[in-house]
């Protein structure tokens, strides 16, 4: 499974970094995607990484602030999110899928974590 961590409530200009550990199976098979969702919104795509290479994208909205790297040790992903603003607040999950296509994973393979908060205060 995938679990999120991380989240929490922090003031505009704040920064923070989401988590994304692979419990019980080797995320190197797998890209890893981050999604957020913001009450009332539709779920928006924001990053992809293949874990194996660590190649990795950002939507082009949001590539001066957030970055995305892995840690293959800790079989984690991370979600380094800065000056934030209050529009970032959502909530933020991670997919594991086959292959990343710019900054959406693909392939088919649907496993979703339970998400972290993000609340962002202005």
């Known amino acids: 499974q995938l679990e999120e961590s991380g989240g929490g409530l922090v003031q505009s200009g704040g920064s923070l970094r989401l988590s994304c550990l692979g419990r019980?199976?080797?995320?190197?098979?797998?890209?890893i995607g981050w999604f957020r969702q913001a009450p009332g919104k539709e779920r928006e795509g924001v990053s992809c990484?293949?874990?194996?290479?660590?190649?990795?994208d950002v939507v082009d909205s949001l590539k001066d602030r957030f970055s995305v790297s892995r840690d293959n040790a800790r079989n984690t992903v991370y979600l380094e999110i800065s000056n934030l603003k209050p529009e970032d607040t959502a909530e933020y999950y991670c997919?594991?899928?086959?292959?990343?296509?710019?900054?959406?994973?693909?392939?088919?393979?649907?496993?979703w974590g339970q998400g972290t908060q993000v609340t962002v205060s202005s």
């Open positions: 997919k594991a899928d086959h292959y990343c296509v710019g900054h959406e994973p693909q392939g088919g393979y649907t496993l």
């Open positions: 990484i293949n874990f194996a290479n660590g190649r990795a």
């Open positions: 019980g199976f080797n995320l190197d098979y797998y890209a």
